[in-house]
């Protein structure tokens, strides 16, 4: 008796593909495979994008992506290699490094701009534009205060 991986439905009569989706549910896969491909592609500019903000909205791409296949990997459905889960773990764990890579090259251009100001007072504008940038950074990462406190 077969039954369909993602509705559940099962019978004597009932036809499966070779996703193990019904007749119903087969159009689900044109949708999976749509979305698999702007994951790979979201995961490639994640690595190559030249821009922190190009990085980090498709490391957002790849983890909102990858949450919605990762239904149907738990199902069953065959989506993309390696797994969703997969995936996931290693965006999200990307995803922090790259927040935490920017916030450390904000503060270093601050201090930069610190070291060769002339007066106490643009030191200290370069250091809280600086501070400013690491929080404004950090901010997506959401429990960032042991990063924003090191930093500051």
């Known amino acids: 008796m077969a039954q369909c991986r993602w509705c559940d439905k099962k019978g004597l009569f009932l036809s499966v593909d070779s996703n193990g989706l019904c007749r119903d549910c087969q159009p ?3 949708e999976v495979e749509s979305k698999a ?3 790979i592609d979201s995961m490639r500019l994640a690595h190559e994008g030249k821009t922190f903000g190009t990085r ?3 490391c957002d791409l790849t983890i909102e992506h990858g949450e919605y296949l ?3 990997e738990h199902k069953g459905v065959r989506t993309v290699s390696p797994s969703p889960s997969v995936i996931l773990t290693e965006y999200r764990a990307l995803r922090t490094e790259l927040i935490i890579e920017e916030a450390n090259t904000v503060a270093d251009k601050a201090f930069g701009k610190c070291s060769v100001a002339s007066t106490p007072s643009a030191k200290e504008r370069a250091l809280a534009a600086g501070i400013l940038k690491v ?3 950090t901010e997506s990462l959401g429990s960032a205060g042991d990063v924003v406190e090191l930093l500051e």
Do not use: G, M, P
């Open 28 to 30: 689900l896969i044109i």
């Open 37 to 39: 491909r702007v994951l």
């Open 56 to 58: 980090l909205s498709r």
């Open 70 to 72: 990762s239904k149907f």
């Open 135 to 137: 929080r404004e950074v």
